[in-house]
């Protein structure tokens, strides 16, 4: 009953069984690569780097993808491993060496993951090869044994993860794209129909919309995991974060179209019928992100968008009037056609294709132009900040890292190794996951150290310790990592006192020494992770989303005076809004990673960043359509939209100090109905001509859809 009970509590924590298929396949490489060297060639250099270098690559290394991919990856990264463990052989002759080489190496790792989110998974591991390479003895000589035995591992791990049980192939972030694409794309032709049948499908109509909210709402990065999430500095992963976000907009716009249904049906809407276009679009642009599948064609979008162009101006309500009501829905309807263009260019670019349509967005997919390694560093540069939440993490490590060998090496410890193992264990983004991890690893050390000691004063002869090792290897990696941290770190003692006394037996001074390292590693973490930027990516997160707030506020006030002559066009501002996004997403992503204090207040991140992400896109669609200085001379308009952009900037602003200091935001502005705003102005309508009244509603429902986004924040209560 007991083990039934355990194999139940095991399979619930493992749904559909992906812990245990990769713990069987580290298992049977691990031993075979263990075994071939150890007592077939009789070496211990190469059972050990063979064996390490299979415990590095297939327990400490998380790659993204399928099990191809995630092979491939393994075999590119080679090279790289090869000259770790060199520069590692060659640097352990001194203390101070190995531990600068560590300082550059444990920082170059770790930062590295900044321009590639797959690199993340592999930092753990490459610092595990340099690591394990930078300990005496200094044996220059045994190079070719230790590259040879670290790449036979590898080698055999990448064939098993794609020959042996394969992992199912997990949902891409494409995949959640092309599936909410859909869906938004059946919303807008609801949206179509309510605005030419209002009293028509309302039941259908409000299925298909919360259906659209639900796939929609993954596609926040936070939502992902970090090896999922398009963060690298590619042009198509930035084609993608940019195409979501716009895919965001597209829903918000189309949401808003359908509640400004007019009350008696249109048959001859030109909204109508461009929303019938753009639903066609957006579907054949989220199809376009799978395989095999051609890029979306934009021709048949920019005909629909012309002919709407052509009969916006015209629609008037009487003699003299403009019909505002009609300017405010076909305005409506060309905001969300220019946000389903960004979605279909940035679906071509995510393709591979070229970004055709994207003249129009001259500064948004600008770095489509643009090589892979300039795109690199650009996000390198970004990120050489104070406030930059990676820095800080790959500094910290480093350091750490750095003073684990320096310590190792003064103490002269015979199993030094362990001590940066247990540092890179333990040592988390904030102190307080540092703290979280101390309990579980020293807890576990102990309960591992107090069966390794019996073990070795129990039994002595070497040949028991080589049959249990696939047993030990499968509970370290498999039972261990179901259960818990604390059974994994009592597993994993378990386990290096079995390989060791099988390399080089000590008796019980093993386990012993085990502990001692341990808990050195765990003190040097946990004083690393207090003293060097404790709070985390959450205070990073407050500071970078606090500037891009303010200068997405500014960005807002300096568009609106340029579209009233009174100023040039805000390239700099959109520019500083762009920099700061990129800080910002990597913070977001970190900060979700992290343990977070319960009594903390909790910032709606989704919404308030999203209140930021409509600026830069919207901000070039308004003056593509609506040039500098199109509304000069009309002051009455410049003092209604003067009044609406500073409300807006001190929104931003109140909403800046809230997800910096704590302090309550305050009143966010209340979205106008167009016609209302529009109204205003009334008694000047008949000296102005009809395009400038189109200008007026294309800026003021721009702003509106702005205030949108910021009464979708309700910060909870204390």
């Known amino acids: 009953m007991l083990a039934t009970s355990l194999l139940g509590r095991l399979r619930r924590r493992d749904p559909g069984d992906a812990v245990l298929r990769r713990a069987v396949r580290l298992t049977l490489v691990a031993s075979v690569v263990f075994y071939a060297c150890r007592y077939g060639a009789g070496s211990q250099v190469l059972a050990t780097y063979g064996l390490f270098g299979t415990i590095a690559a297939g327990s400490f290394a998380q790659l993204p993808g399928p099990a191809p991919q995630r092979a491939r990856i393994l075999v590119t990264a080679l090279p790289a491993v090869w000259a770790l463990i060199a520069a590692g052989t060659l640097l352990a002759w001194s203390t101070w060496a190995a531990a600068g080489g560590m300082l550059v190496i444990g920082f170059v790792v770790s ?31 045994t190079l070719p044994q230790r590259l040879g035995g670290v790449t036979l591992a590898v080698v055999l791990l990448a064939a098993a993860e794609v ?43 409000d299925s298909r919309r919360a259906q659209a909210y639900d796939l929609v709402a993954p596609l926040g990065l936070g939502r992902n995991p970090p090896e999922r999430a398009p963060t690298a500095a590619g042009a198509q992963d930035r084609a993608l974060r940019i195409s979501a976000a716009a895919l965001r907009e597209v829903l918000a716009e189309a949401d808003r179209l359908a509640g400004d249904a007019p009350p008696e049906p249109i048959p001859d809407l030109a909204a109508a019928r461009l929303l019938r276009a753009c639903a ?14 051609p890029p979306v064609d934009l021709g048949s979008l920019d005909a629909a968008i012309r002919t709407a162009e052509a009969a916006y101006p015209a629609g008037r309500g009487g003699a003299d009037a403009p019909d505002v009501p009609r300017m405010c829905r076909d305005a409506t309807a060309l905001a969300l056609a220019d946000q389903v263009r960004v ?120 040949i028991v310790y080589a049959v249990v090792l696939p047993v030990t290897l499968l509970l370290a990696f498999g039972v261990g990592r179901l259960l ?22 000590e008796g019980w001074r093993l386990a012993e020494a085990r502990l001692v390292d341990v808990g050195l590693g765990a003190v040097i973490g946990v004083l690393a992770g207090v003293a060097m930027w404790p709070r985390g990516a959450s205070h990073d997160l407050r500071h970078n989303a606090a500037r891009y707030l303010t200068a997405s506020g500014d ?50 991140w989704d919404a308030a960043l999203g209140a930021g992400q409509h600026v830069v896109p919207g901000a070039e669609s308004l003056l593509r359509r609506n040039p500098p200085g199109c509304l000069a001379g009309w002051p009455a308009a410049a003092v209604l939209l003067r009044d609406a952009a500073g409300q807006l900037r001190s929104a931003y602003d109140d909403l800046a100090g809230e997800v910096a200091h704590g302090r309550a935001s305050g009143p966010v502005p209340a979205p106008a109905d167009c016609v209302d705003e529009v109204d205003r102005v009334r008694p000047l309508l008949g000296t102005v001509d009809t395009a400038a009244v189109r200008h007026l509603v294309e800026v003021d429902r721009w702003l509106a859809g702005l205030a949108d986004s910021l009464n979708r924040i309700h910060p909870p209560p204390r």
Not at 280 to 293: E, Y
């Open 555 to 604: 960005a807002v006030a300096q568009t609106v005076e340029a579209v009233l002559g009174d100023a040039p066009p805000p390239e700099d501002d959109l520019d500083r809004v762009r920099r700061r996004m990129v800080l910002v997403d990597s913070s977001y992503c970190q900060y979700h990673s992290e343990r977070h204090d319960p009594r903390r207040r909790r910032v709606d």
């Open 280 to 293: 066609d679009t957006t579907r054949a642009a989220g199809r376009s992100l799978s395989p095999g599948v």
């Open 111 to 141: 930062f590295a993951g900044v321009g590639n989110p797959r690199l993340v998974g592999l930092a753990s591991a490459f610092q595990l090869f340099y690591i394990l390479a930078s300990f005496p003895p200094y044996q220059p000589d």
């Open 163 to 205: 020959l042996l049980w394969p992992d199912p192939v997990p949902v891409t972030f494409r995949q959640l794209l092309t599936r909410a694409a859909d869906a938004v794309g059946g919303f807008l032709d609801d949206a179509a129909d309510a605005l030419t049948d209002p009293r028509a499908g309302h039941g259908g109509r």
């Open 484 to 505: 818990g941290p604390v059974w994994q770190q009592a597993l994993f003692t378990l386990l290096l006192t079995v390989v060791f006394s099988q390399l080089s037996p």
């Open 343 to 462: 979605f279909a260019v940035g679906a071509r670019v995510a393709a591979g294709a070229r970004p055709a349509g994207g003249a129009a967005y001259p500064r948004l997919f600008g770095y489509a132009r643009h090589s892979p390694w300039t795109l690199y560093w650009w996000q390198f540069r970004s990120h050489l900040a104070p406030r930059s939440a990676h820095l800080h993490s790959a500094l910290r490590l480093a350091v750490a890292l750095s003073v684990a060998r320096v310590a190792a090496g003064v103490l002269q410890l015979n199993h030094g190794f362990w001590v940066l193992l247990a540092t890179l264990t333990v040592l988390r983004t904030s102190a307080a996951d540092t703290r979280t991890a101390l309990r579980p690893a020293v807890l576990g050390t102990i309960a591992g150290v107090v069966v390794s000691g019996l073990l070795v004063l129990l039994i002595q002869e070497p």
